[in-house]
Nanobody, 122 residues
Framework: QVQLVESGGGLVQAGGSLRLSCAAS????????MGWFRQAPGKEREFVAA???????YYEDSVKGRFTISRDNAKNTVFLQMNTLKPGDTAVYYC????????????????WGQGTQVTVSS
């Protein structure tokens, strides 16, 4: 079992920044790749970014150059730094864990966090 707890969401103006955190726990957590997804109202959940505890990252095209996924292995925590935010980034953001992961956007999550709301005002 893997438990995921997100934090760091909030309200920000367009052009601003937020950093989301995902605290992961569980005996096997290091066997999983970690990712971020988001779901806007009336839309399907979509992949945002992913990483492995050993390194390597992958991003959805619309966030490349604006979002950065990183990790603190000592604390089993994954971050999503979001810069130059746009109103279109407004969504509930979810942390996810999966195994195996081939490294692309095909990330079929085994575990989900509860989500954290990000609202970007224009």
């Amino acid at each position: 079992q893997v438990q995921l707890v997100e934090s760091g969401g909030g309200l920000v103006q367009a052009g601003g920044s937020l950093r989301l955190s995902c605290a992961a726990s569980g005996r096997t957590v290091r066997q999983y790749a970690m990712g971020w997804f988001r779901q806007a109202p009336g839309k399907e959940r979509e992949f945002v970014a992913a990483t492995r505890w050993s390194g390597g990252t992958y991003y959805e095209d619309s966030v490349k150059g604006r979002f950065t996924i990183s990790r603190d292995n000592a604390k089993n925590t994954v971050f999503l730094q979001m810069n130059t935010l746009k109103p279109g980034d407004t969504a509930v953001y979810y942390c996810a864990a999966t195994r195996p992961w081939s490294g692309g956007s095909q990330f079929t999550s085994n575990y989900w966090g509860q989500g954290t709301q990000v609202t970007v005002s224009s």
